[in-house]
T-cell receptor, first 110, second 113 residues
Framework: RKEVEQDPGPFNVPEGATVAFNCTYS??????FFWYRQDCRKEPKLLMS???SGNEDGRFTAQLNRASQYISLLIRDSKLSDSATYLC???????????FGKGTRLHILP | ETGVTQSPTHLIKTRGQQVTLRCSSQ?????VSWYQQALGQGPQFIFQ???????GRGNFPPRFSGLQFPNYSSELNVNALELDDSALYLC????????????FGQGTRLTVV
């Protein structure tokens, strides 16, 4: 089983819709979790950290389920500019390795 | 901008050659990680340096090596280049080990011909 798994998509979603991605991780010792966004041929950029209690940043909501070992990202009222690849990132302890999923491609359709 | 800079931005090398990629970490960041990202894939962890010592390595052969300097900048060296080494190489810096966020440079796009 891969350390971090994501549905590669693509998700083709009309503008204004709500879309959700899940990501599963295999190592129960994982301590911290992040969502990164990567535009085509650019470097990944931090979108948001994922906290145990869940957190929200504007239209974006991240959730962590430790029991089932998955994290999720919800995007509400999607914009054309949300089109990108969303990377799930897990910090695996005690090795302190930051591991990326392969990413989920999102296309917002006008 | 993230404050992490990589050089060069693009590079073309011939199979069998050696290459050195460079990364300047964000000010105050002592942890640098290197990743290889092939087209359509997520970044793959190569190794990580903390305070000038390697403290984690992914599933890459020994011809991938690195250094971290006292100012926490870092180098990635790849010997005996193969065609499959063609990829985007990303450097990420963190303020410290542990549960801190990583900030990426713009990457070096390496093409091996």
């Amino acid at each position: 089983r891969k350390e971090v798994e994501q549905d590669p998509g693509p998700f083709n979603v009309p503008e204004g819709a709500t879309v959700a991605f899940n990501c599963t991780y295999s190592n129960s010792a994982s301590q911290s979790f992040f969502w990164y966004r990567q535009d085509c041929r650019k470097e990944p950029k931090l979108l948001m950290s994922v906290y145990s209690s869940g957190n929200e940043d504007g239209r974006f909501t991240a959730q962590l389920n430790r029991a089932s070992q998955y994290i999720s990202l919800l995007i509400r009222d999607s914009k054309l500019s949300d089109s990108a690849t969303y990377l799930c990132v897990v910090n695996i302890n005690p090795e302190d390795k930051i591991i990326f999923g392969k990413g989920t491609r999102l296309h917002i359709l006008p | 901008e993230t404050g992490v800079t990589q050089s060069p931005t693009h590079l073309i090398k011939t199979r069998g050659q050696q290459v050195t990629l460079r990364c300047s970490s964000q000010s105050g960041h002592n942890t640098v990680s290197w990743y290889q990202q092939a087209l359509g894939q997520g970044p793959q962890f190569i190794f990580q340096y903390y305070r000038e010592e390697e403290n984690g390595r992914g599933n890459f052969p020994p011809r991938f090596s690195g250094l971290q300097f006292p100012n926490y900048s870092s180098e990635l060296n790849v010997n005996a280049l193969e065609l499959d080494d063609s990829a985007l190489y990303l450097c990420a810096s963190r303020r410290d080990r542990g549960n801190t966020e990583a900030f990426f440079g713009q990457g070096t796009r390496l093409t091996v011909v």
